[in-house]
């Protein structure tokens, strides 16, 4: 299989400054593969991208901290990302993908690592097997740690979803929206019903991130923009936002993470949502500890 590079060499200065203390709530690390082998049931191989290829990007971005989600690549071997944890001086946290048949004490070893939660992907193209009721019993056994759970799913399985979704007991961290079509706006079918889900369940959280996936038209993103906003203004205490950086399978279209980052101002117009989507919200997962 043909190692992939999905992510910008040369990412521009972004015109937006974060606020101090910014986090980028949604990226991963890849290897490196000779200290981290990837997954014998990988979809795809990529390059390495390790922490300090991520720290540096981070820096550039105008970040402090980064939260680093276990890539499907990579299994359940959550090494790689705890080794970029480790190296990060107490800069980053990460969510795990676990075997359901982890022990608690293999839990709480990746607590210490600076774990804070699992990641269940239902994305059929990345993974073979996502058992509903073994990931609900691995979601009972993280409870005690103050863990949330990070779903992956597309909009069309919203509905098969539910009873699943609504079983879990812990904060849930929706990635990317799941996935809606942004093409027909903030009264689009998909964006509604995404919507109207968050409005019904308090304890479902999402990552108003990806444009560069959801939009139909391309950079600037202007369709994901409109369709996505005023998500960010009628739930200001439950997003949160991240590069996705390497980018997985982006290798057609690779962002530019700088331009990624001009879009927080046009998604949060105001600082106040600005420093909530970036900072208060990610640290109240995270660091809660740190937080006020």
């Given at each position: 299989?043909?190692?992939?590079?999905?992510?910008?060499?040369?990412?521009?200065?972004?015109?937006?400054?974060?606020?101090?203390?910014?986090v980028d709530a949604h990226c991963h690390v890849f290897g490196p593969m000779a200290e981290f082998p990837?997954?014998?049931?990988?979809?795809?191989?990529?390059?390495?991208?390790?922490?300090?290829?991520?720290?540096?990007?981070?820096?550039?971005?105008?970040?402090?901290?980064?939260?680093?989600?276990?890539?499907?690549?990579?299994?359940?071997?959550?090494?790689?990302?705890?080794?970029?944890?480790?190296?990060?001086?107490?800069?980053?946290?990460?969510?795990?993908?676990?075997?359901?048949?982890?022990?608690?004490?293999?839990?709480?070893?990746?607590?210490?690592?600076?774990?804070?939660?699992?990641?269940?992907?239902?994305?059929?193209?990345?993974?073979?097997?996502?058992?509903?009721?073994?990931?609900?019993?691995?979601?009972?056994?993280?409870?005690?740690?103050?863990?949330?759970?990070?779903?992956?799913?597309?909009?069309?399985?919203?509905?098969?979803?539910?009873?699943?979704?609504?079983?879990?007991?812990?904060?849930?961290?929706?990635?990317?929206?799941?996935?809606?079509?942004?093409?027909?706006?903030?009264?689009?079918?998909?964006?509604?019903?995404?919507?109207?889900?968050?409005?019904?369940?308090?304890?479902?959280?999402?990552?108003?991130?990806?444009?560069?996936?959801?939009?139909?038209?391309?950079?600037?993103?202007?369709?994901?923009?409109?369709?996505?906003?005023?998500?960010?203004?009628?739930?200001?205490?439950?997003?949160?936002?991240?590069?996705?950086?390497?980018?997985?399978?982006?290798?057609?279209?690779?962002?530019?993470?700088?331009?990624?980052?001009?879009?927080?101002?046009?998604?949060?117009?105001?600082?106040?949502?600005?420093?909530?989507?970036?900072?208060?919200?990610?640290?109240?997962?995270?660091?809660?500890?740190?937080?006020?």
């Amino acid at each position: 299989m043909t190692r992939i590079v999905s992510w910008h060499g040369s990412p521009k200065k972004p015109d937006y400054q974060p606020p101090e203390g910014a986090v980028d709530a949604h990226c991963h690390v890849f290897g490196p593969m000779a200290e981290f082998p990837f997954s014998p049931k990988a979809k795809y191989i990529p390059d390495d991208a390790g922490p300090e290829k991520l720290f540096a990007l981070r820096d550039h971005l105008g970040f402090s901290r980064n939260v680093v989600v276990q890539a499907s690549c990579h299994g359940t071997d959550n090494r790689a990302t705890l080794n970029a944890i480790a190296k990060s001086n107490g800069k980053a946290r990460g969510i795990a993908v676990v075997d359901p048949a982890i022990s608690d004490e293999e839990l709480d070893a990746l607590h210490e690592g600076g774990i804070r939660g699992v990641r269940f992907n239902f994305l059929k193209r990345l993974v073979d097997d996502a058992p509903k009721d073994k990931f609900l019993d691995v979601a009972k056994r993280i409870e005690r740690l103050g863990w949330h759970v990070v779903v992956y799913f597309e909009a069309d399985i919203l509905d098969e979803m539910r009873p699943f979704l609504e079983a879990l007991p812990t904060i849930v961290v929706v990635d990317h929206l799941g996935r809606p079509d942004v093409s027909d706006g903030f009264e689009g079918a998909e964006v509604q019903a995404f919507r109207k889900f968050l409005a019904e369940h308090d304890n479902f959280w999402t990552k108003v991130s990806c444009a560069e996936r959801l939009t139909k038209q391309g950079p600037p993103f202007d369709d994901f923009v409109t369709a996505i906003s005023p998500i960010v203004e009628e739930f200001p205490d439950r997003v949160l936002w991240g590069t996705d950086w390497p980018h997985p399978n982006m290798q057609n279209a690779i962002p530019d993470d700088g331009a990624l980052v001009d879009l927080i101002p046009r998604l949060a117009p105001t600082q106040d949502l600005q420093s909530k989507l970036l900072v208060d919200n990610p640290m109240r997962l995270y660091w809660p500890e740190e937080s006020i």
